[in-house]
């Protein structure tokens, strides 16, 4: 079974309008990061990104709830955010709340998606 069919079961859980928002979702990621490999964390409740298959390596994660999705970054400190959506307080991490599927196609949310992407091939490089 493919991650993405995983994916659609694992969503068959959650409401119609979280499961839109999702989709709209990894569509920007899958066009920012393409090529990017895709692995779902069911226990974890996410799936997330990265240029290679190695966890080490992912930079963004899709964790839906209840009420929104979760856009996150794993390296999500210091990222471009003159819009504020960035939230958290950790050491890397940081995520988005994402509550409608226009906000997800956003070019607000697909500027950070873009950002984290290209400091983790960066960091890749290193």
Known sequence: MSATDEIEEFLALYPPEIVAIRRA???VVQDVASGGHEELFARHNHWSYGPT?????REVYICPLT???????FHGVGLPD??????????????????????????EVRALVAAAWANVVERGKD
Do not use: N
């Open 25 to 27: 979702l990894r569509a």
């Open 53 to 57: 298959p190695k966890y080490s390596g």
């Open 67 to 73: 009420r929104y999705v979760r856009l996150g970054f």
């Open 82 to 107: 003159p819009a504020g959506l960035i939230e958290g307080e950790g050491k890397r991490l940081r995520h988005v709340k994402v509550w409608t599927v226009e906000q997800a196609r956003g070019p």
